[in-house]
């Protein structure tokens, strides 16, 4: 099982940026994927989750109306997070995660750096 993750970078505050997460080795609708946020000293925290098994999607509200999470399964197993009017306290490595029905289904991607600047 492989989850790539990448399209950060830095951005000043207002600005945009798209994470990809290309996801191989799974059965891609049968999975919750999610965008997990780490900032080091604080918790984790998950930015976005959707699932195509019950049609679900989650936002925190700390991104509510800014990001949108949209994945394709149709062409490529990716799962995308398009995050826009970026702060400076969305700076983050941000973490695609693949959850499945049960612990041992439970992947991560490396993780991509967010660097937003004021």
């Known amino acids: 099982v492989q989850l790539q993750a990448s399209g950060g970078g830095l951005v000043q505050a207002g600005g945009s940026l798209r994470l990809s997460c290309a996801v191989s080795?799974?059965?891609?609708?049968?999975?919750?994927m999610s965008w997990i946020r780490q900032v080091p000293g604080k918790e984790r925290e998950v930015v976005s989750c959707t699932s195509k098994s019950d049609g679900s999607t989650y936002y925190a509200d700390s991104v509510k109306g800014r990001f949108t999470i949209s994945s394709d399964s149709n062409t490529e197993n990716e799962v995308f997070l398009q995050m826009n009017s970026l702060k400076p306290e969305d700076t983050a490595v941000y973490y695609c995660?693949?959850?499945?029905?049960?612990?041992?289904?439970?992947?991560w991607g490396q993780g991509t750096q967010v660097t937003v600047s004021s």
């Open positions: 080795g799974i059965t891609f609708d049968d999975y919750a």
């Open positions: 995660n693949a959850e499945g029905a049960g612990p041992e289904y439970d992947f």
